[in-house]
């Protein structure tokens, strides 16, 4: 397996593996690093090998080039020698990016079989981080990209049907792409029945909304800060916490809070099991996106990860995320709009009645795609990919 991002903390990458681990089978991960981290490290059935990359220094294209090129250069290298002692029957590749499938060129001409896990497209990514339109040359040389990527597969997979209908529209048959959403690990997300914890209209008591991820422009951290300047108004008990890895964009946003007074806290990024109980101190967990072809395709894990403990989410009506919720599951407001965001956190702390309501609706969503479930698509498109290569050995 070979993922751009630090293992154990990217949550897909480690549910993957620990659903492989659970069925038998030995795993060699490829993943980043850090000075923190050690370049080797063997567990029980995992042999984790680490690349220091500095990710966070985002820079611009020609940087993340640089990076993605350096990385793909060592897991080919790395997968293809050791191909030729450990006789690989998988490659399990994540994107981003997508060309990373690279490095399953020389275990898949020996015989391995390919799964490439499209966390996100690209093409649409691009177009949202640098404003870029669809018919530029780096968008359309994306959309090429992922074509010849997936064409390099024998199984996609995809966190949810937005992203499944995107790609078989334009690089893949729909009969190879397979839906696993990011639903969160039972194992560490433990299931909680909805309940309203408090009122903000109590003077001793702070209403707690909670923005937890990645802390960048698309993902509407300024509009979550934007709302929050109109409840207090009339709310001053409200406080908004913030978790997640430190960046500039951040920085910019909490000397806007400072400036005009609000009451924001930023936790620092946590783990998923200290992520946990800051989740289940707060009275509502937003998701502001912004409108952008990025957000419209994509289903936030956040979303179940609020639900699961018990918590009413509010969240931008896209198709990424109507596709599975209908209209009275989550508190829904137009991406972008700074003004409806701050009235569903009002109605949310002026009806706890109907929104434990609601949050109960948004809960039978998430028990139909628990990770238990969705862990065997996993494990059947494993086991259907292995027994192919195992009857086309006997065969030949």
């Known amino acids: 397996m070979v993922t751009f991002s630090p293992y154990p903390f990217d949550p897909r990458p480690r549910r993957a593996i620990d659903a492989l681990v659970s069925e038998g089978m030995m795993v060699d991960l490829i993943c980043l690093g850090n000075k923190a981290t050690p370049k080797r490290e063997r567990q029980a059935n995992i042999d984790v090998t680490r690349v220091r990359v500095n990710k966070e220094d985002r820079g611009g294209k020609l940087k993340y080039a640089f990076r993605y090129a350096r990385f793909i250069a060592f897991s080919s290298l790395v997968f293809g020698w050791r191909s030729f002692t450990r006789g690989y029957d998988l490659v399990y590749v994540h994107n981003m990016p997508d060309i990373l499938v690279l490095c399953s060129l020389i275990p898949r001409a020996l015989g391995a079989k390919v799964i ?20 530029t040359r780096s968008v359309r040389m994306l959309r090429k990209l992922e074509k010849w990527s997936q064409a390099c597969a024998n199984l996609v997979l995809t966190p949810n049907i937005a992203c499944k209908r995107l790609f078989s529209s334009r690089s893949c048959n729909a009969e190879k792409i397979e839906v696993v959403m990011n639903s969160p690990d039972e194992k560490i997300f433990p299931f909680r029945a909805a309940r309203s914890r408090t009122s903000a209209k109590l003077k001793d008591k702070s209403f707690v909304v909670m923005y937890h991820g990645s802390l960048v422009e698309r993902n509407g951290l300024d509009l979550a800060m934007d709302a929050l300047a109109r409840v207090q108004k009339t709310n001053p008990n409200i406080e908004l916490r913030i978790c997640g890895h430190a960046t500039p964009f951040l920085d910019r946003m909490m000397e806007t809070a400072r400036s005009k007074n609000l009451k924001v806290c930023y936790l620092g990024p946590k783990k998923l099991e200290e992520l946990i109980l800051e989740i289940e101190d707060c009275d509502v967990g937003v998701i502001p996106n912004h ?36 209209p009275n599951s989550l508190l829904f407001f137009e991406p972008g709009n700074a003004e409806q965001l701050a009235q569903q956190i ?48 006997a065969q030949a």
């Open 116 to 135: 490439l896990d499209m966390h996100d497209p690209m093409p649409e990514l691009m177009m949202t981080i640098y404003n870029a339109g669809p018919q």
């Open 291 to 326: 409108r952008s072809a990025f957000t419209e395709i994509n289903t936030p894990t956040r979303i179940f990860e609020y639900l699961t403990l018990g918590k009413p989410v509010i969240a931008p009506c896209t198709p990424g995320i109507e596709d599975y919720f209908p």
């Open 346 to 393: 009002e109605y949310v702390v002026a009806h706890p009645a109907e929104v434990v309501t609601t949050t109960e609706r948004g809960q039978q969503v998430y028990l139909d795609h628990t990770w238990s479930k969705e862990r065997q698509g996993v494990v059947n498109g494993v086991s259907n990919l292995l027994s192919k290569r195992k009857l086309n050995g």
